[in-house]
């Protein structure tokens, strides 16, 4: 009995290394990883997003298919972002603060490796569509006088971009990978939602499947 449990968990292993290798390998046999990321990252706003608030924080988590022999990759990503409101005194008024933005970005992005050894420093690109909710108030100086008396000045709404990005990822056991990344998220204006661009500083843990 006991030699027959044996000889069934030595076939059951084979079967199992056996479909895992044919799970990660495409059909004319080229290998790929897959990347399983947590990633946080902080904010800078730009443009018109600077008048209203000071930094931004958050995380996403990510999905990436790399392939080995042509060093290119592609992904997905699923965030959610806040930001930090800024505020404003006027002479005999109370003060202005503006409310906290929030915002969910999904992200599809391609990237290329330049190495794929310990280091694997690499460049690439996200398009992305995101929702948010942010308040305009203090955008526009010509009008801070009627914006400051609003209880509430805020639109919400999806935008599209496009997030070009560099990166390193460090993986000394070929398991666990450990980067930083810096990237520009450029989102285009849409209806009453301005022009969003921020800088962002990200590090993050990946688990590979190799």
Not at 91 to 113: C, D, G, H, I, R
Request: glycine share 8%; with cysteine.
């Amino acid at each position: 009995m006991k030699k027959f449990a044996l000889i069934l968990i030595v076939v059951l292993f084979c079967v199992i290394n056996s479909n895992a290798q044919d799970r990660h390998r495409l059909s004319n046999g080229q290998p790929y990883d897959v990347f399983l990321s947590v990633k946080g990252h902080f904010l800078k706003p730009l443009s018109n997003l600077s008048d209203n608030y000071k930094w931004g924080a958050g995380g996403n988590i990510s999905v990436e298919y790399q392939y080995q022999e042509i060093k290119l990759s592609w992904g997905f990503s699923l965030g959610y972002d806040r930001f930090q409101p800024k505020t404003l005194k006027r002479q005999f008024l109370p003060t202005k603060q503006t409310f906290v933005a929030q915002q969910a970005p999904f992200v599809v992005f391609v990237n290329y490796y330049f190495f794929n050894e310990k280091v694997k420093p690499y460049i690439g690109c996200g398009f992305g569509a995101m929702w948010g909710k942010y308040d305009y108030s203090f955008s526009n100086t010509a009008n801070i006088n009627e914006y400051y008396n609003r209880d509430y000045e805020g639109q919400s709404g999806f935008h599209f971009g496009v997030l070009p990005h560099v990166g390193l990822m460090i993986s000394t056991n070929h398991r666990d990978g450990f980067g930083i990344e810096f990237g520009l998220e450029n989102y285009f204006k849409n209806d009453r939602l301005e022009k969003l661009s921020t800088f962002s500083a990200t590090l993050n843990y990946t688990y590979i499947i190799d």
